[in-house]
């Protein structure tokens, strides 16, 4: 049974370029979590989605972070114009259903430039 | 297997009580953190405890860590039906982050 996948593992981009990072849930699991986690410092919730649709996105930063859960394929969070602030671990979690536990993927860690 | 287990997996108390879970864990860490889950939604973290550390207090929330039985506990005092929730212990050491399987916790009004 493979967990939660996440790619890249790594990342490294300069200011003002795009992050693309991907996640794929657990087989089964509709329920996709975004989270972010500074040096040092707990996770921060970030977006919670459902296949096609974004149900809590409230921790996401109004500008250049974006997220989608399409029908067919892995959840992609999207960063745009990433500046220094944005380097961190971004980790995903997926859930069978919405009560149902999260199983965190390894995580990727952004780094900018 | 996850560095972090927790007990008890249950617990349910009325209002006012103080909670106490548990979280024991496996091989060295940079620091240990909790977070609470209400049903349904992401995780909220709660607070964060660095291996050097041995005792730490937020608002109504005191937590422990106690790196030679590799453990910690979280307290929380004058419980509220809010408190109602799972709380899960998460470690760090450096390399990997683990959460442990999460104690489900009940304030009965």
């Known amino acids: 049974n493979a967990g939660v996948m996440q790619n890249p593992r790594h990342l490294v981009r300069r200011r003002g370029q795009e992050a693309r990072l991907r996640c794929s849930p657990m087989k089964g699991h509709s329920h996709v979590y975004w989270y972010r986690q500074l040096p040092e410092e707990g996770l921060k919730f970030m977006v919670y989605l459902q296949k096609e649709n974004i149900i809590d996105e409230s921790g996401m930063p109004k500008e250049r972070f974006s997220a989608e859960f399409p029908k067919e394929g892995p959840s992609i969070l999207r960063i745009q114009q990433v500046v220094r602030g944005d380097s961190a671990a971004y980790f995903c979690?997926?859930?069978?259903?919405?009560?149902?536990?999260?199983?965190f993927g390894p995580g990727t860690r952004l780094t900018v430039l | 297997s996850q560095q972090g287990e927790e007990d008890p997996q249950a617990l349910s108390i009325q209002e006012g009580e103080n909670a106490t879970m548990n979280c024991s864990y496996k091989t060295s860490i940079n620091n240990l953190q909790w977070y609470r889950q209400n049903s349904g939604r992401g995780l909220v973290h709660l607070i964060l405890?660095?291996?050097?550390?041995r005792e730490k207090h937020s608002g109504r929330l005191r937590v422990t860590l106690d790196t030679s039985k590799k453990s910690s506990s979280l307290l929380i005092t004058a419980s509220r039906a809010a408190d109602t929730a799972s709380y899960f212990c998460?470690?760090?050491?450096?390399?990997?982050?683990?959460f442990g399987t999460g104690t489900s916790l009940t304030v009965i009004p």
């Open positions: 405890i660095r291996s050097n550390e």
């Open positions: 998460a470690t760090d050491t450096g390399n990997q982050f683990y």
């Open positions: 979690a997926s859930s069978k259903g919405a009560q149902g536990e999260q199983f």
